[in-house]
């Protein structure tokens, strides 16, 4: 069983930046892709960005693209997402998530196996 556990989230002014960081349990994190998800009240559950197993291919959602990078250190079994110039449409309770299928980029949210409690991040305007 794999645990993930996501921390880096908070308050901030909309412009600002934030890293979330998600840390893994296990021996097999390099061989998972990874991702990131969000929901904010009142709505569904968004994905937001992946990344393939090992230092691969990454995808993001078009509302995050440019401003936020996915990325991974399997030394550390820790995936990153760095967000910069924060707006107040991106608050939201940010999920990471684990796909054992590591080859493969997805958007369906189905299609991840594991995932975190979340960390909320709320930017002001």
């Known amino acids: 069983q794999v645990q993930l556990v996501e921390s880096g989230g908070g308050l901030v002014q909309a412009g600002d930046s934030l890293r979330l960081s998600c840390v893994a349990s296990?021996?097999?994190?390099?061989?998972?892709?990874m991702g990131w998800f969000r929901q904010a009240p009142g709505k569904e559950r968004e994905f937001v960005a992946a990344?393939?197993?090992?230092?691969?291919?990454?995808y993001y959602a078009d509302s995050v693209k440019g401003r936020f990078t996915i990325s991974r250190d399997n030394a550390k079994n820790t995936v990153y997402l760095q967000m910069i110039n924060l707006k107040p449409e991106d608050t939201a309770v940010y999920y990471c998530?684990?796909?054992?299928?590591?080859?493969?980029?997805?958007?369906?949210?189905?299609?991840?196996?594991?995932w975190g409690q979340g960390t909320q991040v709320t930017v002001s305007s």
């Open positions: 998530a684990g796909a054992t299928v590591g080859y493969i980029l997805t958007t369906v949210a189905a299609s991840y196996d594991y």
């Open positions: 296990g021996r097999t994190f390099s061989s998972y892709a």
């Open positions: 990344i393939m197993r090992n230092v691969g291919n990454t």
